[in-house]
């Protein structure tokens, strides 16, 4: 025995064959001596000391909420840039100072989960074009950048031209719509860059999911600026948020049940199941309602706000259970072999059997 026993799987005790009797060559159940014998019984997968094969991500709720916040912020900035060409200057105000507000408390659940600020200053030193990471905190900085100038040109306005801009005030006149235009580049970016970087990973439910999964989170995002901005903006300016947010109801349902009929069965069943499963049959359910409500009552000043805050709701348990169920999938050996099994069985049936990923056998 030694300090190591205890990590070590128990072993069944060794019996030797036939009762303790030794047989002879070619006696016995079957076996002349000249044919190979099967010595080992049929292999059960089973993981490494119990351990996953894949590395659950260290990722806290702060990660999902920024997922969520993202969208948020995402959306708003091209609601803000749409109001801003067809001159509604309510929802653009809203817009705006809600994706800077989104925008911000999205960079703080970021730098809460990194733990230390420097360590998201240190991933703006470089700039890898292969890398989701890199790519999405310079979309964010670019976003944050022209929102903050929009927004601040709107809290001038609010206020009666009272902050202490000076001279700037009339450089920040000339700006501000070119910052509008940029935060609404950047908008579907930021809005979609967190699909690509979860799905990036070696998360069984995340990357089985990365050919739908952006689709899922630009929906997700339009629910929430639109459901944001029918809350916060009286009905009379409303009309494009209403019809982002009928668009977002169909494009989230159909991009979801679409992702789950094309991922492998077993990778899609943590989505189902336990509290991801029902995070997202209500964020469903949120979804059509305040869809609804946005159609036939969002011209009530009461209706438009109720299906606003259900909006919002359908897409932040959309990012939430998304997130959930790939933090499980990773836990259970499962998820990440018997897809692998289903993909190799695919490939040899396809008649690939001399790569370096099957073989012959």
Same mark, same amino acid.
């Given at each position: 025995?030694?300090?190591?026993?205890?990590?070590?799987?128990?072993?069944?005790?060794?019996?030797?064959?036939?009762?303790?009797?030794?047989?002879?060559?070619?006696?016995?159940?079957?076996?002349?001596?000249?044919? *190979?014998?099967?010595?080992?019984?049929?292999?059960?997968?089973?993981?490494?000391?119990?351990?996953?094969?894949?590395?659950?991500?260290?990722?806290?709720?702060?990660?999902?909420?920024?997922?969520?916040?993202?969208?948020?912020?995402?959306?708003?900035?091209?609601?803000?840039?749409?109001?801003?060409?067809?001159?509604?200057?309510?929802?653009?105000?809203?817009?705006?100072?809600?994706?800077?507000?989104?925008?911000?408390?999205?960079?703080?659940?970021?730098?809460?989960?990194?733990?230390?600020?420097?360590?998201?200053?240190?991933?703006?030193?470089?700039?890898?074009?292969?890398?989701?990471?890199?790519?999405?905190?310079?979309?964010?900085?670019?976003?944050?950048?022209?929102?903050? @100038?929009? +927004?601040?040109?709107?809290?001038?306005?609010?206020?009666?031209?009272?902050?202490?801009?000076?001279p700037l005030r009339s450089?920040?006149r000339v700006v501000e719509?070119?910052?509008?235009?940029?935060?609404?580049?950047?908008?579907?970016?930021?809005? @979609?860059?967190?699909?690509?970087?979860?799905?990036?990973?070696?998360?069984?439910?995340?990357?089985?999911?990365?050919?739908?999964?952006?689709?899922?989170?630009?929906?997700?995002?339009?629910?929430?600026?639109?459901?944001?901005?029918?809350?916060?903006?009286?009905?009379?300016?409303?009309?494009?948020?209403?019809?982002?947010?009928?668009?977002?109801?169909?494009?989230?349902?159909?991009?979801?049940?679409?992702? *789950?009929?094309?991922?492998?069965?077993?990778?899609?069943?943590?989505?189902?199941?336990?509290? +991801?499963? *029902?995070?997202?049959?209500?964020?469903?359910?949120?979804?059509?309602?305040?869809?609804?409500?946005?159609?036939l009552g969002g011209r009530?000043?009461?209706?438009?706000?109720?299906?606003?805050?259900?909006?919002?709701?359908?897409?932040?348990?959309?990012?939430?259970?998304?997130?959930?169920?790939?933090?499980?999938?990773?836990?259970?050996?499962?998820?990440?072999?018997?897809?692998?099994?289903?993909?190799?069985?695919?490939?040899?049936?396809?008649?690939?059997?001399?790569?370096?990923?099957?073989?012959?056998?």
């Amino acid at each position: 025995m030694s300090e190591f026993d205890s990590y070590r799987p128990p072993e069944p005790p060794r019996r030797r064959r036939g009762g303790g009797k030794r047989r002879r060559r070619g006696g016995g159940s079957g076996g002349d001596g000249a044919r *190979e014998m099967p010595m080992v019984p049929e292999a059960e997968f089973t993981s490494y000391y119990g351990r996953p094969v894949v590395k659950p991500p260290p990722w806290g709720h702060e990660v999902a909420a920024y997922l969520f916040l993202g969208g948020v912020a995402g959306g708003s900035g091209l609601l803000g840039l749409g109001a801003q060409l067809t001159g509604r200057p309510r929802l653009r105000r809203n817009a705006r100072l809600g994706a800077l507000g989104a925008v911000g408390l999205g960079a703080v659940a970021l730098v809460a989960d990194l733990g230390r600020p420097d360590r998201f200053y240190n991933m703006m030193r470089t700039f890898k074009i292969t890398s989701p990471m890199s790519v999405g905190s310079w979309i964010l900085s670019a976003f944050s950048g022209g929102i903050g @100038v929009a +927004a601040v040109a709107e809290v001038d306005r609010m206020t009666g031209e009272r902050l202490p801009l000076g001279p700037l005030r009339s450089v920040l006149r000339v700006v501000e719509g070119p910052a509008g235009l940029e935060a609404g580049v950047f908008a579907a970016p930021l809005a @979609v860059y967190t699909a690509v970087l979860l799905s990036d990973t070696a998360n069984p439910t995340w990357n089985d999911a990365h050919r739908d999964l952006p689709f899922v989170f630009v929906s997700s995002a339009s629910l929430a600026s639109a459901g944001l901005a029918m809350v916060t903006t009286p009905v009379a300016e409303t009309g494009p948020a209403r019809t982002l947010a009928a668009l977002g109801v169909v494009g989230d349902i159909t991009a979801m049940k679409l992702m *789950e009929r094309r991922m492998d069965p077993v990778a899609a069943e943590p989505l189902h199941h336990g509290s +991801a499963g *029902e995070m997202l049959r209500w964020a469903e359910r949120l979804a059509v309602a305040g869809g609804v409500g946005a159609v036939l009552g969002g011209r009530n000043r009461v209706v438009a706000a109720v299906s606003g805050l259900a909006l919002m709701a359908a897409s932040a348990l959309t990012r939430f259970g998304v997130f959930e169920a790939g933090i499980h999938s990773a836990k259970d050996p499962r998820y990440t072999i018997e897809p692998q099994k289903h993909r190799l069985a695919a490939r040899r049936a396809a008649g690939i059997t001399d790569d370096s990923i099957t073989t012959a056998g």
